[in-house]
DNA sequence: TGTGGCATTTGATTTGTATCAAGGTCCTGG
DNA sequence: CCAGGACCTTGATACAAATCAAATGCCACA
């Protein structure tokens, strides 16, 4: 019933409308949801990160394409015997209805970002996301210098943040230039203040809880 | 535990932070979460119509600001009793995961919208989502000469959309000039052409099952 | 029947990001 | 050690939407 997946970065683990009959739990590494217009517009719609849930219980099919960003290693379960757990075990039910809330509430910061931020808003956003879900995992709290893992392309972070691959980088080498950044290659960001990344999120300085 | 509230076009239902003790459904009407930057910059990112489910179980605050922006009618029930119902009910519980695990599927479409479509686009595409709102009601699928129900200003539908109202309200007389819709007053909507109007949107053409 | 206030439309101009087009860097495999 | 390719950066230009600024329509109410 559950069994273990790997695949490589730029590997996709199913393709949308395919028929998906597991579903799974990121162990590690990052893979994308994402989603086309005819044309070949492609819109990031989700980014899951370790601890993150993929498919949908009572769904033959997947909805979205899934790409592995990284390598990524998938723990998996076969979905009748995982949706009959669900019925049988509220518990399970419960902290899935929970997660999914949890994932809706990501998902609406990101349409403000992507309906109302600047560019650099944009990229130092997706900063503070990804060092906030690196520190949550192990239940600390970003603050002063920090690095930062960037297991995407340029591409890939065009897609998350609806931006050109062009533009991603122009903002980069725009926040090095002012120091709000560093690069240590290209996939790994050196924060010298967590707090000035923060102010140039656009958000609320204040963090919020851990949670 | 249940009772009804009843809030003009405007009214704002709850403040982001403010204390909520209720969960709600939507019995006529439409209103909007709105999530905002500190600059005043504001997003929507929740659209309520008839059905809809506001408010999060086991939660005590509101997250997001909601404003009605039509009269609006709640059918409310005081959230501790409802939390003991989805303890002691988990056929509500597994409903109330069902339409949760729907909405993020809306919210991921609202992410391409604002991250890779055109103003002339979004518009359409709003156009399209109301139409098919409306008409699942009645259990129909829009087509051919359609009316559609449009309860939101301008400046509502620019903070769905990612724009500004002179935007939006630029797109509607352009949409008007070549045909794409009627104007029937400011808040109705003539749509001589269902598909048409979906070509403009730039999804793909087959309109999804009923479900 | 006017009057004030809002929502909306329309116009002129600016600006941020996309697009088009080279280069550059780094890694892999011959 | 060099060649090829993937990924990234940078530059020049175009364009869609934002911004700034009136003007217009519409309704509630005196």
Redesign the interface.
Known sequence: MKFYRRFEAGQVVVWAGDRMDFVASVVAGMAG?T?Q???G??????LLLPSDFLG?P?RESA??TVTATSDLLLCCFRRKPFERL??DN?RI??R???M??D???A??????L????SAREKIASLLVILARREAALIKRRPEGRIAVELPLTREAMADY??LTLETVSRQMSALKREGVIELEGKRRVIVPSFQDLVLES???SDGGPLS
């Not at 998902?107 to 403000?112: C, S």
């Open positions: 949801l989603q217009l005819e044309d517009r492609t819109q990031m719609v989700g949908r009572g909805a979205y669900l019925i509220p039910a419960s899935l209805l929970e999914t809330l994932e809706l509430d998902v609406r910061d990101w349409l403000l992507l309906g109302r931020k943040l609806g656009g958000d609320d």
